[in-house]
């Protein structure tokens, strides 16, 4: 098997556990790089025993992933507009913003919702970033409140799944190759998932910030989704709430996008399926 067919088999076989590019990358102790460019078959005669340690956390053997000559070929489609990846931003496009813990907190301690937003977005993008943390948040939080916050904890209980969006997410992950790139604090993505408000799609890959070190709209950004995705710019949509975020790549990286609108998701999902139409 040369290495486009090895890459493929390894994809395959990724998908098939349901897991993504990151979670393997962290259980086989590989970079992001390093596993999309094996799956995309760019590096020639990768080593075996990255080829085992990827197997094992399949639960496969090396042998049975060299023996996949027989695996069907990918069904997933290419948009009229050439796109086969799809990214999808979380906040404001899967689940609605942070504005109703901030008016929880408010009713709960006195403090004006202008006060408690004033010192969210003081932190809101270093968290994002990984430069600083969500206890910095919470410690400030509590300081101003007078009592102990967990802004994760308040995160989960205001937030709501956008409605529609967890069929959307569904169907085009049947259809299409499908990501999130999203400005989040450190694990909040999985405790979305977790509790439910991001749909259990196997998603190909999450661009997290906090775990790339930038934010929507940087360049490093949208770089490590081309990366990680392993589609150039003009395979691939990107479905984000915020102007600026769509503008950049689309300026830079030549992206297809759209804007979603999150007070008439209704709308926006019929943009997207029309524009994914085959």
Request: glycine share 8%; proline share 3%; aromatic share 10%.
């Amino acid at each position: 098997m040369d290495e486009v067919g090895l890459g493929k088999a390894l994809q395959n076989a990724r998908k098939a556990k349901g897991i993504t590019q990151q979670e393997l990358c962290h259980a086989a102790e590989l970079s992001y790089s390093t596993l999309a460019k094996i799956e995309r078959g760019a590096i020639k005669s990768p080593s075996v025993f990255t080829v085992g340690r990827i197997a094992q956390v399949l639960g496969t053997s090396v042998d049975a992933l060299l023996g996949l000559k027989s695996t069907p070929v990918s069904t997933k489609k290419t948009a009229k507009n050439g796109a086969k990846f799809v990214f999808f931003d979380v906040n404001g496009c899967i689940v609605q913003f942070t504005h109703n813990a901030f008016a929880k907190l408010s009713q709960e301690s006195g403090v004006s919702v202008s006060e408690i937003q004033a010192v969210f977005w003081e932190y809101d993008e270093d968290i994002n970033r990984g430069t600083r943390t969500v206890e910095d948040l919470n410690s400030a939080l509590s300081t101003l409140l007078g009592q102990e916050i967990d802004w994760l904890d308040y995160y989960l209980q205001t937030t709501e799944a956008i409605g529609g969006m967890h069929e959307l997410l569904t169907w085009v992950s049947e259809h299409y190759q499908v990501g999130l790139l999203t400005n989040s604090m450190p694990g909040f993505v999985d405790a979305l998932r977790a509790t439910g408000k991001i749909p259990s799609v196997a998603f190909d890959t999450v661009v997290d910030s906090s775990t790339v070190g930038a934010i929507k709209p940087d360049r490093a950004i949208y770089e490590a989704a081309i990366e990680q995705s392993g589609y150039n710019g003009a395979e691939i949509l990107f479905v984000d709430d915020l102007q600026a975020n769509l503008a950049a790549a689309q300026r830079q990286f030549g992206w297809n996008t759209i804007w979603f609108d999150p007070y008439r998701p209704d709308i926006s999902i019929a943009t997207i399926r029309q524009a994914l139409e085959f």
